[in-house]
């Protein structure tokens, strides 16, 4: 009878500690999931052009993401940016394939540099009416679509859209706020 009760003791006894262990396990999974940062949807962050300054007929500013209150996602190192009018104006994206991503949350920002000129004659310019960045995720984890666009209107003025020197030059994410002049 002895070794009847320590055989039942000893299987309750292993029964709740795989029981807590599975608990464990399970509870670590979902953490470590909740922990991964998802691709940051168009709702998730605001955007900003950012003055960075001027000289010698170069232009510098940048488009800033700043996450809302409670978010947490990623940006890829490379952003989709393009403009709206200044149809002779091309976008050169220069940042490298494989830039980092960057994690903006609750508050934080990242910035997109941007650089052009405004040296030529007024006919050989042209002023965009706002510049776009599509964000990396189109639905939310539930499956829900949102709309990836983003516009913001554009307000420095004249591009170069001439021959020579027609380009809005796009740099890679970097962390933090954007610098100003």
Known sequence: MKNIRRIAIATA???GAAAIFAGTASAATADSSASSPLQCTANQFSTKLVYGGAGAGQRQ???QFTANPGERCVLP???DV??????NVLVNNEAPADAPPVLIANGSSA?????WTAIGADDEQQTPN???VTAPAASNPHGDPIDPNVTVDW???AVDANADSHTLDVGA???GVAPTA
């Open 13 to 15: 006894v292993a029964g």
């Open 61 to 63: 500013a940048a488009l």
């Open 77 to 79: 190192g490379q952003a």
């Open 82 to 87: 393009g403009l709206v009018g200044a149809h």
């Open 111 to 115: 910035y997109v540099p941007l650089h």
């Open 130 to 132: 706002a510049v776009t």
């Open 155 to 157: 307000t420095f003025g």
């Open 173 to 175: 994410l970097t962390g």
